[in-house]
């Protein structure tokens, strides 16, 4: 007798859809407000200036302007100093 189904069985194709996750707009580029700058898990890139954070940790702009990444040193719980990626959003000037 055979131990498995003559037709259409198989034990493969249970991999998961992938998530899409990394940075949608690199640094320099113009952005509007509202717009996806990083998806991640966790917080590999950190909030600065006219940036929110979803729920899941995506970045997005909550003003009109320039994408800006900029490395700066911080301390952890542990009072080692650490490097963070920060992501903040330059607005433009009006012109009078």
Known sequence: MAHTKAKGSTKLGRDSESKRLGVKIFGGQKIAAGQ????????????????????????????????????KSRPSFSGQNKKRVF????????KL
């Open 36 to 71: 996806i700058i990083v998806r991640q898990k966790g917080t590999k890139y950190h909030p600065g200036k006219n940036v929110g954070v979803g729920r899941d940790r995506t970045i997005f702009a909550k003003a009109a302007g320039q994408v800006v990444f900029v490395k």
């Open 87 to 94: 992501v903040s959003v330059a607005t433009e000037k009006p």
